[in-house]
Structures are given as structure tokens and as C-alpha cells.
């Protein structure tokens, strides 16, 4: 198989390419396809492997990067998300399937619009295969697969770091500030009273008990995709509420909201001695260009992504609390990223395989078995946990 990692060189596309090289047969081909082709070839020359193939690609130049995609089986979008559309339709073009890692929930509606078009070509897009979206999507589908009805559809994520570490950044960043950025500043998307609605950015703050280490947390509301894709895939099902929300160490969120609030989250371009920059472009490319901090001894970072899902089941009120854990994954050099990189790895390998089929656009929750994907993670040091609850708690 030939597997295309756009943004290959970037912080989440080189553990997606580390686990399509771990897990590849001596006919695959890994190719790490991104703008800055220097990483790419250094990141392709640690393999020492003839398998691993760097290049140059610029996703904005639709023609040169579907020619590139030819011959794909599937094509892993790890680009900032702004540039989905123009990858999918390279994608398209090329004849190969495809998956990312979401949409912030406005792209992710504008994607699904593309149904039609990848069902007619035969080919398959599963967007947002990430931690979330990705594993809570999955999670979800699970969770309301064991009721006969559902109000409720609850995801989460947070975590815990007791790393010890020397020479930390201003910002220690494991993805895009720009991103994150976006996530404080976007109104985010709720489906309540079975209706779609948007909240205040950073709200919704509650105590909510993990399992140790992570403990007691207080996720709050962003915009993601979950809340576009869960409430039309259980609609049949009757749900009637959908959230999202993330909890942040909170030194981390005062600093992000710090740059939130002096204009560096905009998209408006200011002028500076005669050149026009946008604040959100400037402070991501300097935030991404930090040097990370070193660990000292042990990792001891462990995330745990949740879908709690409320409904009936025999005509009784159910709960069903289905987390996944991720403490990193110390040989590749990992930590809990490692949830987010993965899963779009083990998916396009899901389907170059024939484990999942289909064709169209589709979400994680309508596309992938749970089981089966539950099995494969924990084959990559990640485990799911379900309890299951009398009443709606």
C-alpha cells in the first residue's frame, strides 16, 4: 500500500508517519509530503528506510498536488485544517481515500458537503480521526450502541503531566497555536433541546471527576466537530443534547488568553513597516518554532478522551461512561499525542486493508467498528474503559 502523509513534518504527521512505519510490510510505502521539504527529508533520512519517501508538496497548487497523490491508497491530511477542502479535492482528483483531523466544526460541515462527489468516485473520506474528534466519536458510537434510546452524548478530554522537564518554552505547544487560538475565540457549537446553538468561547467550566492520575478537571467549552456530525448520526435515536468540551492546565489558559486578548487571535491583517501580517499567522510560526522542552527521566503524562452517553435501555435509565486512556508511548519518543497521531494512521490502514469499506464522506462514528479499533489501539499502548450506570448521573 502507499500512504500519503500531507504535513507529514509537522508535530502530529510525524507520529502518524512513525506508526505507519512500525506497523508496514516490506511492500508499503510511506511518503511524507510536506511544504518544507528539508524536514521532510531529514525526518525521512532517521528512517534509514527505502520505504519512507519525503517531498515537496504545496496544497495550494490543486493540479501538482494531485498528480503527487496519484497512485495513493490513502492520503492522511495533517495540514492545518484550514486547507481541508483544497485537500480532499486534490484527493479526489488523485482517486484515493482520505482522512484528517477535523474540522473545528464549520470546516467539518463544509467537508460533508463532498458526499456525494467521493461516493460517486467510489472513494472514502473519514474526517476527524484524531483523538477528538476521532476516539470520542468512536467512543460515542459504542456507548449508544448498548441503549435503545439516547437523550445525551457528553464528550471530553483532560489530562495530567507529572514529567519533569529542563528549558521549557514560554508556550509549550504539542499542536497548532493557531488552532488553539481558535478554539478561545470561536463561539462553540452545542446541540441543546435538540436544537443547534453556539456559547460563550472558554464557558461552561465544571468539576469533573477521571480516574487518577488526571482526577478532578474542569472542562470547558471549544469549538470542535463532534457536536456537527453526533447529533445527525443518532438522530434516529432521539438525541437531544451534544457537547464538547477541554480541560487545559490553567498557566496554560491564562497565557493562551492573554494573546487571545491583546488581538492575537485575529485573522485581520495588520500592517508592520509596510507588510501586512495576520496576528494569528505571526504568533503561530513563531510559537511552533520554539524549541520543546527535554523531558528529564520518566514520561508521566496520561490523557484520558470520554463520551458519556445517557439513555434507556429495557425501559431504564442508563449511563454509559466509555474512556480512553493514553499515558504516551516512551519507544517512540511519545507522549499522549500519541492518541491524536495514531488513529488516523490505524484508520487509512483500515482501510487500505479492506477492514472498513464504503464510500462518501462520512465521520468517525458512522464509518469505524469500535471493537476492532479499540483493539488495534491498544496495540499502541492506548485502552478503553467502560462503566455502565442506573439513572442519568
Excluded at 136 to 160: P, Y
Excluded at 212 to 237: C, D, N, Q, W
Aim: hydrophobic residues 40%.
Amino acid at each position: 500500500m502507499k500512504y500519503v502523509v500531507i504535513g507529514g513534518a509537522g508535530g502530529m504527521g510525524k507520529i502518524t508517519v512513525r506508526d505507519l512505519v512500525e506497523f508496514s510490510t516490506p511492500e508499503d510505502t510511506i511518503v511524507i509530503a510536506d511544504y518544507d521539504f528539508e524536514k521532510a527529508k531529514a525526518l525521512a533520512d532517521s528512517y534509514k528506510n527505502q520505504q519512507v519517501i519525503p517531498l515537496r508538496v504545496d496544497v495550494n497548487d490543486l493540479s501538482a498536488t494531485a498528480q503527487a497523490l496519484r497512485g495513493t491508497s490513502v492520503v492522511v491530511n495533517s495540514v492545518q485544517y484550514h486547507l481541508n477542502l483544497k485537500v480532499m479535492e486534490a484527493t479526489l482528483a488523485a482517486g484515493a481515500n482520505y482522512t484528517d483531523l477535523g474540522g473545528l466544526f464549520h470546516m467539518t460541515r463544509k467537508q460533508l458537503l463532498l458526499h456525494e462527489r467521493f461516493k460517486s468516485a467510489g472513494r472514502l473520506a473519514i474526517i476527524g480521526m484524531g483523538a477528538a474528534p476521532g476516539i470520542t466519536n468512536i467512543l460515542s458510537r459504542h456507548g449508544c450502541d448498548q441503549l435503545d434510546s439516547v437523550r445525551e452524548i457528553h464528550t471530553m478530554v483532560a489530562g495530567s503531566d507529572q514529567t519533569k522537564y529542563k528549558d521549557v518554552p514560554a508556550l509549550s505547544v504539542s499542536y497548532s497555536l493557531q488552532t488553539i487560538l481558535e478554539e478561545f475565540s470561536i463561539e462553540p457549537a452545542v446541540f441543546t433541546k435538540g436544537e443547534f446553538t453556539f456559547a460563550k468561547p472558554m464557558s461552561g467550566a465544571v468539576a469533573q471527576k477521571f480516574p487518577p492520575p488526571v482526577g478532578i478537571r474542569y472542562p470547558m467549552y471549544t469549538i470542535h466537530s463532534e457536536v456537527a456530525t453526533l447529533p445527525l448520526s443518532f438522530k434516529e435515536k432521539g438525541v437531544r443534547e451534544v457537547s464538547f468540551k477541554i480541560a487545559f492546565d490553567s498557566e496554560f489558559l491564562d497565557r493562551v488568553k492573554f494573546l487571545r486578548d491583546i488581538g492575537l487571535a485575529s485573522h485581520e491583517p495588520v500592517e508592520i513597516s509596510g507588510i501586512k501580517v495576520k496576528p494569528i499567522e505571526l504568533i503561530n510560526k513563531l510559537a511552533m518554532a520554539q524549541t520543546p522542552a527535554k523531558k528529564v527521566g520518566k514520561l508521566k503524562q496520561h490523557e484520558i478522551v470520554r463520551a458519556v452517553v445517557k439513555g434507556m435501555k429495557d425501559k431504564k435509565k442508563r449511563t454509559i461512561i466509555l474512556d480512553c486512556h493514553t499515558k504516551g508511548f516512551e519507544k517512540w519518543g511519545v507522549g499522549t499525542d500519541l492518541n491524536t497521531g495514531s488513529p488516523p494512521a490505524v484508520v487509512a490502514r483500515m482501510i487500505a486493508e479492506g477492514q472498513i469499506k464504503g464510500s462518501g464522506v462520512l465521520a468517525p462514528e458512522n464509518s469505524v467498528p469500535p471493537k476492532p479499533f479499540f483493539e488495534l489501539l491498544k496495540k499502541r499502548k492506548m485502552w478503553v474503559e467502560i462503566q455502565q450506570k442506573s439513572g442519568w448521573i
